[in-house]
C-alpha cells in the first residue's frame, strides 16, 4: 500500500497534488530512522548528510531534516546503539576553543 506522501492526485495544470508538508517531513525523517536501523542490523557505515540529501529531495521539502528530528524518530530499542553514531561531531563553542577543568585531590 502507498503511503500517503505518494499518493497524488492530478489538478487541471497535470502537476501533482503532494502531501502537506508537515507530513512528508515525518515521513522523512522515519525513512532515514529505518534505513539507519537497517544498516545497524547489516552492520554497514552510512553516509548520514547524504541519507538525509536523498530523502529530503524525494520528499521534496524545503528544508531538511534535523538531527534531532531523526534522532526523534528511531525506535526507543535503537536509540542506544545509533545515537553515539549520530552524534559523532565534536562540540565546538562560539569562540571555537573549549574551556577544561581538572580538578584532583
Do not use: H, W
Not at 3 to 19: H, I, P
Not at 27 to 46: H, M, P, T
Not at 84 to 97: D, E, F, N, Q, Y
Amino acid at each position: 500500500m502507498p503511503s500517503a506522501a505518494q499518493v497524488s492526485q492530478k489538478q487541471k495544470g497535470g502537476k501533482q497534488k503532494l502531501a502537506p508538508e508537515k507530513e512528508r517531513f515525518i515521513q522523512c525523517c522515519g525513512d532515514i530512522s529505518l534505513e539507519l536501523v537497517a544498516s545497524l542490523k547489516n552492520s554497514k557505515d552510512i553516509n548520514l548528510n547524504g541519507l538525509i540529501t536523498r530523502y529530503a529531495k524525494k520528499y521534496k521539502l524545503k528544508q531538511q531534516p534535523r538531527l534531532t528530528d531523526i534522532i526523534s524518530s528511531i525506535p526507543d530499542q535503537y536509540k542506544k546503539y545509533l545515537i553515539p553514531k549520530l552524534k559523532a561531531k565534536p562540540v565546538r563553542t562560539a569562540s571555537g576553543i573549549a574551556v577544561v577543568a581538572v580538578m584532583g585531590t
